[in-house]
């Protein structure tokens, strides 16, 4: 369904909404990548030391302008690709499908497809919001060794590994209050472990476990100045994956970013994260013990406001790079979006 088509010229309409939706269209991205971002770690990337080094929260997602919510009722598109490198030494193990590998090498090229609908802007004093991430993509791996399988048993050397698979798909709901400048949102995603999972292989895209993230985010975000100063924080809760019977530890993350808006159109700004996992992993082999994680990263963040059609719309650009890691990968993440309106329920005139 489309936006509606006539302007209003009493600043009511989707024109005389233009410049405001400039400034929130960014904010709609960022409620749909804290979303579609955690899916990441979701391709044996390396979000942590659980299973497969992957995580349902990916670090990066809680940047500019989080708490923002969408001003109107309405359907929201938001598509991400996502692009990773990283690796580690010889002398690093993980478990990946069951099998402990060292000298892990990933290259994870993905598209993130989120839906999002803003029902009301009047629940509980809030705006709510639902939506559904479907993730589809290749993740590609290498291992100096595979150590030992599921069984035990010694494996072998150099191995590779890629596929393009879809992966779980992705719940989630946000509630909203705003307060002046102060903006706070509650946020939590469930991972549904019905996506393609490739049993006793490298490459996978499924966690093949439920997992459920909840996460708060403050923004104090001035659109006369253009500055946004955002916090967030939040904790994964893992369930086990039923076909390794490995349980992986549950995770603390938190974020922060400061950006500026040096026109309507463009924004730019920084953002840095940690996250370190708080529970041990568990499996019925202990094959790497408590094996928990931890990664601080930092990077930047630029942002780009265009019309298409009659639509406002959102692309954005985000690089990171990963300054020290433990039981993990270690490299980079690129990031690029594209957010825009399907669907918006205007004001009565």
Partial sequence: MAPPAAPMDDGTGLHGLQGKWGQMMRNVKTCLLGAILPLAGAISTPAKAVEGAASLYVPGT???????????????????????????????????????????????????????????????????????????????????????????????LNVHDS????????????????????????????????????????????????????????SLHDDESGWDLTGKAGVTFNGKNDYTEYDSGNEFHLEGSVEKALSKKFSIGAQGYWLKQISDDKSSGALLGAFRGEVVGVGGTAALNVTMGRSPATFRLRAFKELDATNRLKGEAFFLSLSLPLYMKMPKQ
């Fill in 163 to 218: 596929a393009l698979v879809v992966g779980d798909p992705v719940f989630n709901t946000m509630l909203g209050w705003k307060a002046g400048k102060l903006h706070i949102q509650a946020s939590s995603m469930v991972n549904i472990p019905v996506g393609h999972y490739r049993e006793d292989q490298l490459a996978n895209l499924a966690l093949h476990r439920w997992a459920v993230d909840t996460s708060l985010a403050l």
């Fill in 62 to 156: 809680g940047g500019p302008a989080t708490a923002v919510m969408p001003p109107l009722e309405g359907v929201y598109f938001d598509d991400t690709i996502y692009i990773y490198n990283g690796s580690a030494s010889a002398s690093k193990e993980f478990v990946v499908g069951g099998n402990v590998v060292a000298g892990l090498d990933a290259t994870i090229v993905a598209d993130f497809l989120t839906t999002l609908v803003v029902p009301s802007t009047n629940f509980l004093g809030g705006t709510l919001s639902m939506g559904v991430t479907v993730p589809v993509g290749a993740p590609m791996i290498d291992a100096n060794a595979v150590v030992t399988g599921p069984f035990g048993n010694l494996r072998s």
